[in-house]
């Protein structure tokens, strides 16, 4: 029996990026996206609506199978088999199952559930079966929560069932921090809310009574720092998302402060500060003064740590024109690792720790691209009048934006595409959408 | 923060301009939305009790309508031209001959840049027209910067036509911070 392996380059387009993934692995094994490079084939999956274990599991399965399927076909690296081919139908959550049933449709996966709601709790059940290799790829698993948590039951299952076939982590039960936009080009109304990965659940951190720009969730998802208007002029707050309170943070005298990051720590921040027109980078510790870590008569702004700490990525023009520079987290001497034609800005370090994400504006339009931490290999991703902003999925594999069209009417909105340049699209928001930061897989 | 207690914040905040304590910026500022911002070469709104008649020369409408309240910036840049720095040299003027006013230097860039970059760069470009008019004799107490970047354009088209209006230092003159 011919086990099939799907190679899926879903993710990384080049050959010199193929040391970050597994190897390849031989023709005969269990089930299990390469994501290297090659040709894209979505595996085809068959997803039959989770069995409802209580009456009033009904609606809840539907919807909790739903979102699951949203979210692996949302990759673009599963196909879901239409459950009107199936041969057999899925009528109880069984350990065991005919796999020739599935095999006659060309499954390669088979995820089945169940759901069953007691007092206002769901659990969900599931497992994964490798159809050709007959066997379960791995162990069933069940989640539990509140109906109002019931999405984020159904991104965990999405996770497991991602993370088995592709042995990468996965990113659907996350959160994404944005500005949400309102009225004319020329006195935007801008709010803080917060989102699910895929758009759904939006919540507002803030009153339009602000301008707001540039949030930015700390490690462990809790707080967001983000730049406000609040006094007439951009200061850096840090808020509580569970309070939705907000503190102004001690910033140097006579300034303006913006682009705030955490530390992967989560207690330092780091911020660019403009104080008689030029602006520097610098980091605060609560409890201590600001200490400023470049000093340059030119711009040095959107600084982005390493996952490890140990340096920063920022964005300066000491050159001429906008460039990326890395220097060790303390300060030190910055080394250039833009080289390429235009302008670069908004470098972000993968959470991985192996590309950086950057804004690129060459000959009228803007870009977004990675490159590797020492600069080489720079690969563009997307092009349109106006892209900016990447953030990075918590699993370095997917990277969100914001891209806004041109003219009087221009809006900006959230987009998405894999690292590979592949797969993207808009996230749905309610209104105009900019400056998304995405948090990390919940816990 | 509810709307109704931004807006409470708001007019205090406005209403701490208007005093005349040294510490007239504390909470000042053009304010949330920014409303001077929209005057594109006249007034916004139209409601602030302007009547037909000349300007008094020693009013804040009189110095944006005709000293001029904007000086244009070439594309990434805070150098001032000749046409600045008359300008600018129109604004320090009128400072200097109504010392009752403190005035805010706001820096605008266009589009074509990233938000980041822009906020810088406006800053720069504030601070380009602020030491100019320090260096005319304005007193550096009564003036204060602030950038906006790209957030608030005053043109919305996406051509150089609008774009070289966009990159402006807009020299506001602090609502009602009149000395008595």
Not at chain 1, 231 to 246: C, H
Not at chain 1, 277 to 306: F, K, M, W
Not at chain 2, 99 to 106: D, H, L, M, N, S
Request: with cysteine; proline share 7%.
């Amino acid at each position: 029996m011919t086990l099939l392996r799907f190679l899926i380059a879903a993710i990384l387009a080049t050959a010199a990026f193929a040391q970050v993934t597994a190897p390849a692995r031989a023709q005969d094994g269990p089930l299990r996206i390469e994501i290297t490079e090659g040709v894209i084939e979505p595996l085809p999956f068959a997803l039959p609506t989770f069995i409802a274990e209580t009456p009033e599991a009904q609606s809840w399965a539907q919807r909790i199978t739903d979102v699951v399927a949203a979210d692996l076909t949302g990759t673009g690296l599963f196909r879901r088999i239409p459950s009107d081919a199936f041969v057999t139908q899925v009528t109880e959550f069984t350990p065991s199952v005919t796999y020739a049933n599935w095999k006659a449709i060309n499954a390669q996966a088979l995820i089945t559930g169940a759901v069953s709601v007691t007092g206002g709790q769901i659990n969900v059940k599931f497992r994964l079966f490798d159809v050709f290799s007959e066997a379960p790829l791995g162990e069933g698993l069940q989640f539990g929560g509140t109906e109002q948590s019931w999405r984020r039951l159904a991104h965990k299952v999405s996770d497991a069932v991602y993370s088995r076939i592709t042995g990468e982590t996965g990113y659907f039960d996350s959160r994404v921090v944005f500005v949400s936009e309102q009225g004319p080009k020329n006195a935007r109304q801008k709010r803080l809310a917060v989102m699910d990965y895929d758009g759904a659940n939006v919540q507002y951190l803030t009153d339009s009574g602000s301008l707001v720009l540039a949030p930015r969730f700390s490690p462990t998802g809790d707080r967001v720092l983000y730049t406000s208007y609040e006094t007439g002029f951009p200061q850096i707050y840090e808020l509580n998302v569970g309070s939705v309170s907000r503190t102004q943070l001690p910033v140097p005298a006579e300034s303006m402060t913006f682009a705030p990051r955490y530390a992967p720590d989560g207690r330092t921040i780091v911020f660019s500060a403009a104080i008689n027109g030029n602006t520097d980078i610098y980091t605060l510790v609560p409890g201590a003064a600001p200490r400023q870590l470049t000093n340059a008569p030119s711009i040095e702004t959107a600084p982005s740590y390493s996952p490890d700490g140990s340096q920063i990525v920022f964005e300066s023009d000491r050159s001429g024109s906008p460039q990326l520079y890395v220097m060790p987290a303390g300060g030190g001497e910055p080394r250039r690792i833009s080289f390429g034609e235009g302008r670069y800005g908004t470098p972000v370090w993968s959470p991985r720790g192996d590309l950086i994400a950057f804004t690129k504006q060459n000959a009228g339009r803007f870009h977004i691209g990675v490159m590797r931490t020492d600069g080489s290999e720079e690969r563009l991703l997307t092009a349109s009048f106006l892209d900016e902003g990447p953030t990075w999925a918590p699993n370095g594999r997917v990277i969100m934006f914001t891209r806004e069209s041109a003219g009087a009417g221009g809006q900006p909105g959230l987009f998405s595409v894999d690292v590979s340049g592949r797969n993207l699209k808009q996230v749905p928001t309610p209104n105009a959408a900019s400056d998304p930061a995405w948090s990390p897989l919940l816990p | 923060m509810t709307l109704p207690r931004a807006a409470l914040l708001l007019s205090l905040a406005l209403g701490l301009a208007a005093c005349s304590s040294p510490a007239r910026f504390g909470a000042g500022g053009p304010g949330a939305d920014g409303a001077p911002l929209s005057a594109g070469g006249g007034f916004g709104s139209g409601a602030d009790g302007v009547t037909s008649g000349p300007l008094d020369p020693a009013s804040p409408e009189y110095f944006s309508q005709t000293v001029g309240d904007r000086v244009l910036f070439a594309v990434d840049q805070s150098t001032l031209n000749d046409e600045a720095r008359r300008a600018l040299s129109a604004q320090a003027q009128w400072l200097m001959s109504n010392p009752g006013y403190t005035a805010i230097v706001e820096g605008h860039a266009d589009e074509q840049g990233t938000r980041e970059y822009n906020l810088a760069l406006g800053a720069r470009r504030a601070a380009s027209a602020r030491d100019y008019l320090v260096a005319q004799g304005v007193a550096a107490s009564r003036l204060r910067t602030v950038t906006y970047g790209k957030e608030r354009p005053i043109e919305v088209c996406s051509t150089e036509a609008c774009y070289a209006q966009n990159r402006r230092a807009v020299t506001v003159i602090a609502a009602g911070a009149a000395v008595s």
